[in-house]
């Protein structure tokens, strides 16, 4: 039920399906209309078909057009949907459908409006397909942007008008002033006078693993106090080194920027876990699901709230300001949001890996990276496992690769991919109410139609009563089929 006249199906039968059992060949060209699940749907198919329990051929008397009565019922779709009853699955009744009422035209008439009708909806029609063309543009330039963002593409002419000299090429967390062993260099400083400009990505990732660091033996002291403790010697050495990563396969980067790990780049990553549901509640915190994320930002529009559980598990999962979020399991897996602004009190579901950045500069630039089919998506899509319900673990998460640029270059990175895209989203914006007008419009033509506003009305045109008349005086003389007039044919279906 996806066009009025379609030429083929998904599935399809044998003629032995046929032949043993009650189904009839509807024959091509035949108004079909969906009693459920499509409820209120119609179709005249090019082809001889069958149909099953779910759709009704409808079969006219001489004189009423077919495609008069695909259009009728196109226009009163909503009214035959609110017809429909049923618990699980709408539906109505063979009789509901033969009880509803049809202001009919003359013949003459009848063929007027469904010419009108074909010419402004061709129209219309093209129209709509120009705007969902625009859209897959729209999106495939997103994506173009996103990957000339990722590969440095979008800020070569930044870099070019920098005349300060750059570290060589990097392939990995060894370039220079990159981190060596499990204690990270000091904090490099730039080039004097000249400010943050010259400092190269390896140079910020050495000066985030040194706050990586910091703040893991500053939890780590927090313990030893909140436990009446005194640190034991060497406690530092237990400090988990993130794992560098693995670049094979991965291109070069420009100059001055360098690969990292997401785990590098955060101080966690972590999920909710499922025994959240025991916590679901009228009023209280928000609950973060994937749904929540499904467009690339936060919508909090539709949250579900919980009160939370005491101790760590509600602690650990708690979302803050410049926290990245990203759906880990079902069919939005890989879908990623920034947390903007700050929130109350929110937490997440089992479905989504709640990421902090020890760098909040950092968290556009995931974010931005994670919905990158060129970057972060395109790696996690290649990782995701389960056909049915496809998913990720937090190591493949961790292990995302990430390339790194001077923190004045992301800055400006990221004003520039913001300009395109809020640009690309008015645009986006602009095709979605042209697409809603236009199925206005849509309703407005079949509406007029069907009021006698669309076409002149011709005095000399044979009376529908008469037409009328001579159906039912065909009807009383072939007496009232007791079965549909499909018929067994036949060819395969």
């Known amino acids: 039920m996806k066009s009025l006249r379609p030429l083929d199906a998904e599935e399809h039968i044998t003629q032995e399906a046929i032949d043993g059992s009650a189904t009839n060949l509807i024959p091509a060209g035949t108004l079909i209309v969906a009693t459920r699940i499509a409820l209120g749907r119609a179709m005249r198919p090019k082809v001889t078909c069958a149909i099953n329990q779910d759709l009704k051929a409808l079969f006219f008397g001489q004189g009423v ?40 035209p003359p013949a003459a008439e009848q063929t007027r409006i469904v010419a009108k009708l074909e ?21 495939r330039y997103r994506q173009s942007l996103l990957k000339a963002a990722v590969e440095g593409a979008l800020t070569a002419a930044w870099r070019a008008a920098r005349s300060a000299p750059l570290s060589p090429r990097g392939r990995g967390a060894g370039g220079e002033g990159a981190a060596q062993g499990p204690h990270p260099l000091p ?7 000249e400010g943050l400009e010259c400092e190269t990505g390896a140079q910020l990732l050495a000066r985030i693993l040194t706050e990586r660091r910091a703040r893991w033996e500053d939890r780590q002291r927090a313990k030893f106090a909140a436990q009446g403790k005194t640190p034991p010697k060497g406690w530092q050495v237990k400090y988990p080194e993130p794992a560098p990563p693995d670049t094979t396969g991965l291109p070069e ?9 997401v785990e590098q780049l955060t101080e966690f990553i972590t999920s909710g876990s499922r025994g959240w549901a025991d916590y679901y509640a009228d009023a209280g915190a928000m609950f973060i699901r994937s749904q929540n994320i499904n467009k690339d930002w936060l919508d909090l529009s539709d949250v579900v709230r919980v009160n939370p559980p005491k101790g760590s598990e509600g602690a650990r999962t708690r ?11 079902g069919a939005n897996v890989g879908k ?29 630039v995931l974010h931005l990276f994670f919905t990158a089919e ?12 389960g056909a049915g319900k496809p998913g990720l673990n937090l190591q493949q998460v961790a292990g995302v690769c990430v390339p790194l640029a001077s923190a004045a270059e992301f800055e400006t990175l990221i004003n520039i991919v913001k300009t395109q895209l809020d640009a690309a989203t008015a645009k986006e914006v602009a095709i979605e109410l042209a697409l809603k007008q236009s199925t206005a419009q849509r309703q407005n033509l079949l509406r007029a139609a069907f009021a006698g506003e669309l076409v002149p009305q011709d005095p000399a045109d044979e009376p529908a009563s008469s037409l009328l ?13 007791s079965k549909p007039r499909g018929r067994k044919v036949k060819g395969v279906a």
Request: charged letters at 20%; hydrophobic letters at 45%.
């Open 65 to 104: 057009c077919p495609d008069f009565m695909l259009y009728w019922v196109a226009a009163h779709e909503r009214f035959i949907q609110e017809l429909g009853s049923g618990t699980t699955v709408s539906g109505i009744r063979l009789e509901t459908l033969n009880g509803l009422v049809v202001d009919l």
């Open 119 to 139: 010419a402004l909806l061709t129209d219309l029609d093209a129209g709509v397909a120009e705007l969902k063309a625009a859209q897959k543009k729209l999106v």
């Open 187 to 193: 904090n490099p400083s730039p080039v004097k006078g």
């Open 253 to 261: 980067l420009p100059q001055g920027w360098v690969w990292a790990s």
């Open 319 to 329: 979302v803050q300001k410049d926290d990245v979020l990203l759906t880990i399991t």
């Open 336 to 364: 990623a949001a920034q947390v903007e602004a700050a929130i109350d009190e929110a937490y997440v579901s089992q479905h989504v890996a709640l990421i902090r950045p020890v760098d909040v500069a950092v968290s556009k």
């Open 374 to 385: 060129a970057g972060g998506r395109g790696q996690l899509n290649k990782e995701a496992y």
């Open 469 to 481: 008349a001579r159906i039912r005086a065909e009807r009383a003389a072939q007496g009232v089929a």
